[in-house]
């Protein structure tokens, strides 16, 4: 049974893996000339995902390349000193099992556990899907597929080819975010320096085994940018005007905008479809169901997605009119899980006044004061995400789902 996937970042890899395992002929198109490296962020992997991560056997390479950073400093706007963090506690006890890593180094590692047992066609891209599985790409010749999975995130062209161009309620949350490469000029050693105001925080990290920088924007906005999403040029001027005067290192940050290539910009919004299937074809991680980007966990959620979809895939034998519906049915509670974490994360991550900015540096302050396991109780208590993240299992498919 031969499956097409359509993008090679976190989920369709992940796919790829497991529809491969049991027993699916599996391609995966990227748009991108060759394996994406324009710098990335870091990205979370929660318990349920590197539970998975250590059935595909890469999980000591991801732990390899997790970035390190366990300290964290808050200025906030107008005051005086830093609030000083333990990173580490911190997420400690807001899940079980967690990794930071490099979204860069993480598409490798899944890329590298499936390029000798997957085809993958770079520079191409879905121009067609029709409801027989002929797909016509921009290069390559038409082919046929029995299923089609989009994995192409948020902009998916595969969810418009097939679901149309206003598929799904795309909800703003209020607020853009944007990543930037520069270089390590700070010296960041495990550290994560960040700077908060009304409405803006800025934060600036490293990780072992990189020579430069990244630089995270998150700032609240009226309304979502209208427009091309891939007009850097504007999405530059947005970020200098929101951050502007926040501070003098912020300032040098900005400086960058003008000397790098790796930066990369995005609303930060929810996107809700009432289903994420249609005929032969469906959808996975932000091309389905983003949370929305650097706020709601999507990276987990995107993995946890890909291995259900696969493992259903296989239970039913490749039927999709069996399969696509139990997907869509095991990941709805963690979907509406992940939307709600979002909401609370980017309300205080982006603090509205003074007091929600002094509130986030208290807070982080506290938590990584106390010994571990109040500390672990007060962070369940407290936030959406670590009790989400700790309650979301994952079925183990392996020993009835082989095709």
């Given amino acids: ?25 599996v391609t995966v198109v990227e748009r991108a000339e060759a394996l994406r490296r324009t710098g990335g962020h870091a990205v979370d992997l929660f318990r349920p995902a590197v539970d998975i991560a250590e059935r595909m056997g890469v999980l000591p390479r991801i732990e390899e390349r997790a970035t390190g950073t366990d300290r964290m400093s808050v200025f906030r706007e107008g005051a005086r000193r830093p609030v000083r963090a333990d990173l580490a506690k911190i997420f400690g006890g807001a899940s079980d099992r967690h990794v930071e890593v490099m979204r ?46 989009g994995a192409d995130g948020l902009h998916s ?38 700077h908060v105001g009304v409405g803006r925080t800025a934060g600036a990290y490293g990780a072992r085994h990189l020579d430069d920088a990244r630089v995270l924007f998150l700032f609240r ?99 999709q009119e069996r399969a696509f519906p ?20 980017a309300r205080t991550l982006i603090p509205t006044s003074r007091l929600g900015g002094w509130g986030l540096a208290q807070g982080a302050r506290l938590v990584s004061a106390l010994p571990p396991g109040p500390g672990r109780a007060l962070l369940r208590l407290t936030t959406r995400s670590a009790r989400l993240y700790n309650a979301m299992a994952v079925e183990d498919y392996a020993p009835s789902a082989a095709h």
């Avoid at 180094?105 to 879905?126: M, P």
């Avoid at 062209?157 to 390590?184: K, Q, Y």
């Avoid at 997907?327 to 609370?344: D, K, P, Q």
């Fill in 1 to 25: 049974m031969r499956i097409l996937v359509s993008g090679a970042g976190i989920a369709g890899p992940v796919l790829a893996h497991w529809l491969t395992r049991y027993g699916f002929e």
């Fill in 104 to 149: 860069d180094d993480l598409t490798t590692i899944y890329y590298d556990a499936t390029r000798h047992d997957v085809e993958y066609l770079f520079g191409d891209s879905v121009t067609s899907v029709a409801p027989g599985g002929e797909v016509t790409f921009e290069h390559a010749a038409p082919r046929r597929f029995d299923l089609v999975v």
């Fill in 221 to 319: 906005s009226a309304r979502e940018l209208d427009g091309d999403h891939r007009d850097v040029p504007r999405q530059k001027e947005l970020v200098r005007g929101a951050f502007a005067g926040l501070h003098p290192q912020v300032d040098g940050w900005l400086e960058e905008l003008d000397r790098t290539q790796a930066f990369y910009f995005d609303s930060i919004s929810q996107l809700r479809m009432d289903s994420w299937s249609r005929g032969r074809v469906t959808l996975v991680g932000d091309a389905g169901y983003c949370p929305g980007p650097a706020v709601g966990g999507s990276t987990t959620l995107a993995v946890v997605g890909a291995y259900v979809l696969a493992g259903e895939l296989a239970r039913a034998g490749g039927d």
């Fill in 326 to 345: 139990a997907y869509e049915r095991v990941m709805a509670e963690h979907v509406r899980g992940s939307r709600a974490v979002a909401s609370s994360a």
């Fill in 157 to 194: 062209t595969v969810r418009r080819l097939v679901f149309g161009a206003d598929a799904g309620r795309s909800s703003f949350l209020g607020a853009h975010f944007a990543v930037l490469g520069l270089p390590n000029v700070s010296g960041l050693d495990g550290e994560l320096l960040m």
